[in-house]
């Protein structure tokens, strides 16, 4: 059985293909920002559901892919290794553990607090329990053995 797609159809797929490329062009121009590429960032510029652009528009994505391509590659032969100061790095790596070492402690504190604040409301709960049952304990009105009668 041959599907064939109404005019109105091809319309919809060829008017959403020019906002895809519409809409890579302009993703290429921010990617020399620092955008990055991918079909879901396309798909948000475009305004188009990326299973659409997977289904119908897959010319789009083999362009976009080749696009990435070209960048990828044009950004590796541009590179040139910098000068690394690794007495920067190192001082700067160093004020990094000294600052995850403090966040440390202090969540090691606020952990030992929690746990103390815990035990305090555990020991809470278990004497409002046992005041509970104590008032739910039936009272005896004649003396204190239940079958003792006062006479």
């Given at each position: 059985?041959?599907?064939?797609?109404?005019?109105?159809?091809?319309k919809?797929?060829d008017?959403?293909g020019q906002?895809?490329?519409?809409?890579?062009?302009?993703?290429?121009?921010?990617?020399e920002r620092?955008a990055?590429?991918s079909v879901a960032?396309?798909?948000?510029?475009?305004g188009?559901?990326r299973?659409?652009?997977y289904?119908?528009?897959?010319?789009?994505?083999?362009?976009l892919?080749q696009?990435a391509?070209h960048?990828?590659?044009a950004?590796?032969?541009?590179?040139?290794?910098?000068?690394?100061?690794?007495?920067?790095?190192a001082?700067e790596l160093?004020?990094?553990v000294?600052g995850l070492?403090t966040?440390?402690?202090?969540?090691?504190r606020r952990?030992?607090d929690?746990e103390q604040?815990t035990a305090r409301?555990?020991?809470r709960?278990a004497k409002l329990?046992?005041?509970?049952?104590?008032?739910?304990?039936?009272v005896?009105l004649?003396g204190t053995?239940?079958?003792?009668?006062?006479?």
């Amino acid at each position: 059985m041959i599907k064939r797609t109404s005019h109105s159809q091809q319309k919809r797929r060829d008017a959403t293909g020019q906002r895809l490329r519409a809409a890579l062009a302009r993703l290429l121009l921010a990617q020399e920002r620092g955008a990055k590429l991918s079909v879901a960032a396309l798909a948000r510029e475009a305004g188009v559901g990326r299973n659409a652009i997977y289904v119908n528009h897959r010319d789009v994505v083999a362009e976009l892919l080749q696009a990435a391509s070209h960048r990828i590659d044009a950004a590796v032969a541009s590179k040139e290794a910098p000068e690394t100061d690794w007495r920067a790095v190192a001082t700067e790596l160093k004020e990094q553990v000294r600052g995850l070492a403090t966040e440390n402690a202090r969540l090691l504190r606020r952990a030992q607090d929690a746990e103390q604040a815990t035990a305090r409301a555990e020991k809470r709960a278990a004497k409002l329990d046992a005041e509970l049952r104590a008032q739910r304990s039936p009272v005896h009105l004649y003396g204190t053995e239940p079958n003792t009668r006062n006479r």
